[in-house]
């Protein structure tokens, strides 16, 4: 029997995991990113659920750090990201698969059996070739991302920001941290001088 540490902050989905593959045994779980890394080399197992938005750290930083604790426990990771760029960042920092959470139950569970047995699993929404060969930076970002970038290289505040899309501080914090994994940028100011120097500007509304 397989086992399994689920690592998601929200706490419905572990459940639902555990209730659904009650062929495999949960041997832990965390809710954060500290707990994880405090939490699962006291544990025995084969395979790490890891969410990619746990609180605390980013999960693509976090799983280097996990393979340096626990070398032999192979990683899927679960997540609603599904941009390709997503996965390939998450297998080039050692996941194993990638399975997103809209796919069905029976996708995951044969993700698990096909990583334990030392195989990549990538989910079968995403096109292979899309995870496996970078796209140009730009072309990563969603029209919503690219929008952002562009009020960031007009010098748009935040707060400003977020009042001309009719969206919340918090979404557009979440937009600007996706733009800056996905861009390998470490800063708001990188972020302005990576708009600057692309020529990145708001739309003209004339």
């Known amino acids: 029997m397989f086992r399994l540490f689920l690592a998601d ?48 750290e980013s999960g693509i930083r976090l799983i280097p750090k996990i ?3 626990c070398p032999r426990v192979r990683i899927i990771v679960f997540s609603m ?10 297998l080039e920092a050692g996941a194993a698969g990638y399975v997103l959470k809209t796919a069905p139950m029976k996708e995951l569970r044969d993700a698990i059996r096909h990583v334990v047995a030392g195989h990549t699993y990538i989910s079968g929404s995403f096109d292979e070739q899309d995870v496996r060969e970078p796209r140009p930076p730009m072309k990563r970002l969603s029209p919503r991302e690219e929008q952002i970038m562009q009020l960031i ?50 739309p003209s509304t004339e």
């Open 9 to 56: 902050d929200h706490v419905i989905i572990r459940q639902g995991i555990k209730r659904a593959l009650t062929d495999m045994t949960v041997v832990g779980e965390a809710g954060t990113a500290s707990e994880l890394l405090n939490s699962l080399p006291t544990h025995l197992c084969d395979i790490l659920l890891l969410d990619l938005a746990l609180p605390g």
């Open 67 to 69: 393979k340096a604790l």
């Open 81 to 90: 990201f599904g941009e390709p760029d997503y996965a390939r960042h998450a």
């Open 153 to 202: 290289g007009a010098g748009k505040p935040m707060r400003d920001i977020a009042d001309s899309l009719a969206l919340s501080p918090k979404t557009v914090a979440t937009h600007r941290a996706r733009i800056l994994e996905k861009l390998q940028l470490k800063s708001s100011s990188d972020l302005l001088r990576y708009a600057v120097h692309h020529g990145l500007k708001e």
